[in-house]
């Protein structure tokens, strides 16, 4: 049907094995938290409602404490337009994020393999105040 | 009064030197916020002071892809297809008139779109993600940016309506009636003919393809104009998304403008609102930016190595196989959206992405393979230019798949990964180069003569692509740090090295930009240059 050449055919056999690679080796529980977040999906010990209105992150009265280990699920919600929800270490290096998409219930599963402190950015512009939504020290995870 | 007579080389001439204006203002604005990033502080009297405010910079930020994308690009397209296409294909242009006319609205349109931001400060972003426009910003402002907007994607209507009504005008001698010559024409471009002829041999049913006459099957069209034909269809749903997102603001923003009624923009999902932006958004970057670049590379490609393109046939199917992924994948900006449904992250958001690498893959080997058989080559700017646009699509390319990822986007998303190793290195790296590699290729076609300086075009060349790449590695490496897109980081000084270093490859690819200018104005004269557009009072001879 189709007429292909044979070095074309190397070619694309070559093209399917970066594919597959890649796509299994990301997909799978090689990629840390492919393992609680796609595979084995473990109940939270702890849930963290937290609501971002204005500009503004309001966090659980109680504050945000996690142990080392424990799957906790955090919940966020918008009352007025897209946000984002990052955490990131005092280094400044981002653990993880998801986008906070107002009248829904954003929802992500976290397990914290390091102690310490922890800060939340918002990591989608949502005006020009964007870059003031940060709340240093957050969040504690201890051993 | 002389102004030069209006010919497919005039109106060409016309759409290249309004897009490399374009492209000059959005290197001017991506040198100012770059400076900003940098942490400098300078005043250019009555225009902008370094540091602005951050909501004059996010007002600048919003037009910058706009008119990076439909002034740049678009209209370097439209010099390059508009010429070519007809020139190819042996026909006249449908609509000299319209295809002047458009150029016009094209360029109000984003000029309007551009003063929303500059005068009335309209930072939503070229996201637009609901229901942000309608909350954050002035009315006026918001009602600015849609109208400039939607007559940006008119005009691009009005190109492609102009491309289609010249490539399927029937021709007096055609034996067949009009819709079968249409089908068969059609059919034969896409390859569509071999698959159908198979399926019917499958079942022992023999019918001609050409409606059951006796007529012979048409001459396929040239694979570079299959391409341009494909890519306008993703160009086509893309103008109808922006518009409807343009006509929702208005719907929200006028009562309130008119008679100060506020309406809940929270009745529309914002998760629906982008899904729809998304999959229209998309066809321009995974859709017709690729297949147009594609079918560029299919043209200049043969022309380069003077021999036909290598495994014509497979890229027939390679046009057509895009079109279905390109469809399929704008999943791949809700990776980090949690209530998008998993399936669809999964699927649309990486498997189908995934389907880029093999279209975009296969097209640069038919180019690759085609310039490889014809050795010994020579290396001339437009081969150079080419050669630099696939190594920036493979890197950019290469990058944007590990973004487009169900896992790793966790840790990517709105980070400086995605302007930086992947936007920035596809639109300078890849993409300009490309269009700098047509322009240097048509502009002996278009005035007889090409670039007179070889040393400032090898000087455009090379500041060009150590600029665009060096510029995309200092952003994509911040990410690394943690540091985001579209965020300030005032009195933070742990990024700067990176900003630095960005800003030194932005002064480098703004050289490059300044070298290939005065090129054209030494080659052609400035006179030429503005008699392309207004009538100047004819010199007296010496």
């Known amino acids: 049907m189709v007429e292909i050449e044979k070095v074309e055919k190397r070619y694309l056999f070559l093209l399917i094995v970066i594919a597959v690679f890649i796509n299994a080796v990301t997909i799978s529980p090689l990629t840390p938290w492919q393992n609680w977040t796609f595979w084995s999906r473990p109940t939270p010990t702890s849930i963290f409602n937290i609501s971002v209105c204005d500009y503004e992150f309001t966090l659980p009265s109680g504050g945000i404490q996690v142990r080392v280990g424990e799957p906790v699920k955090f919940v966020v919600t918008s009352c007025d337009v897209t946000y984002g929800f990052g955490v990131f270490q005092r280094s400044g290096r981002m653990l993880f994020q998801m986008q906070v998409l107002p009248n829904y219930s954003n929802e992500i599963v976290w397990i914290f393999d390091e102690p310490g402190l922890y800060t939340i950015r918002s990591t989608e512009y949502s005006g020009p105040d964007h870059p003031s939504m940060i709340v240093p020290d957050a969040i504690r995870v201890v051993p | ?542």
């Not at chain 2, 299919?298 to 036909?308: E, K, M």
């Not at chain 2, 640069?364 to 230019?385: C, E, G, N, Q, V």
Request: net charge positive; charged share 10%.
């Open chain 2, 1 to 542: 009064m002389a102004r030069a007579p209006m010919t497919p080389q005039v109106l060409s001439l016309r759409y290249a030197v309004v897009a490399v204006l374009f492209l000059a203002l959005a290197g001017i604005e991506g040198l100012l916020m770059r400076a900003q990033l940098s942490n400098m502080s300078f005043t250019i009297p009555g225009l902008v002071t370094i540091p602005m405010e951050a909501e004059h910079y996010y007002a600048m930020l919003t037009p910058h892809p706009l008119v990076g994308a439909y002034g740049w690009a678009y209209l370097a397209v439209f010099a390059a297809f508009y010429f070519l296409v007809p020139t190819l294909i042996k026909k006249p242009l449908y609509s000299m008139r319209l295809a002047n006319a458009h150029m016009w609205v094209h360029i109000v349109g984003l000029l309007t779109v551009w003063s929303s931001g500059f005068f009335l400060r309209f930072g939503s972003l070229y996201t637009v993600y609901w229901p942000l426009p309608v909350v954050r910003f002035p009315p006026l402002s918001v009602v600015i940016f849609a109208v400039g907007l939607a007559l940006v994607e008119l005009s691009v209507l009005c190109f492609i309506f102009n491309l289609f009504a010249t490539i399927l005008k029937r021709s007096q001698s055609d034996p067949l009636p009009r819709a079968v010559a249409l089908r068969s024409l059609l059919m034969a471009s896409f390859g569509l003919d071999n698959v159908v002829r198979s399926l019917r041999g499958l079942f022992g049913h023999r019918t001609a393809l050409n409606g059951g006459t006796r007529a012979s099957n048409p001459e396929p069209l040239p694979v570079f104009v299959v391409a341009v034909m494909r890519g306008s269809i993703d160009a086509t749903l893309n103008a109808v998304v922006l518009t409807g997102a343009g006509i929702l603001m208005l719907f929200f923003t006028l009562p309130k403008l008119l008679v100060g009624l506020t309406l809940d923009p929270l009745v529309v999902d914002p998760l629906v609102y982008k899904n729809v932006f998304w999959w229209g958004l998309d066809m321009i970057a995974d859709g017709d930016v690729l297949i147009w670049v594609a079918g560029t590379l299919y043209l200049l490609a043969p022309i380069l190595a003077n021999r036909p393109l290598y495994g014509e046939k497979v890229v027939r199917y390679v046009i057509l196989t895009d079109l279905i992924v390109s469809m399929g994948v704008w999943s791949h900006h809700l990776l980090c959206d949690r209530p998008q449904p998993e399936l669809m992250r999964l699927l649309s958001g990486q498997f189908i992405t995934w389907g880029e690498f093999f279209t975009m893959g296969l097209s640069f080997f038919a180019a690759l393979m085609t310039l490889w058989l014809a050795r010994p080559l020579k290396f001339s700017m437009p081969m150079k230019f080419m050669l630099g646009g696939i190594v920036g699509f493979a890197l950019g390319g290469g990058s944007g798949l590990l973004q487009a990822n169900f896992a790793v986007n966790l840790i990517m998303h709105n980070t400086q990964w995605v302007p930086g190793f992947h936007i920035h290195q596809m639109v300078l790296t890849g993409l300009s180069s490309i269009l700098f590699a047509a322009i240097y290729a048509l502009l002996p076609m278009l005035t007889g003569t090409g670039l007179k300086s070889e040393r400032l075009s090898n000087l455009h060349f090379w500041f060009w692509m150590i600029g665009g790449v060096g510029m995309a590695f200092s952003m994509g490496f911040a990410w690394r740090d943690g540091m985001l897109r579209r965020t300030l980081y005032p009195g933070v000084d742990m990024y700067l090295p990176y900003m630095n270093s960005a800003t030194v490859f932005g002064v480098l690819l703004a050289l490059g930009f300044l070298a290939f200018l005065a090129n054209l104005i030494k080659t052609y004269g400035l006179r030429t240059l503005v008699g392309l557009f207004i009538p100047l009072p004819v010199s007296k001879p010496k």
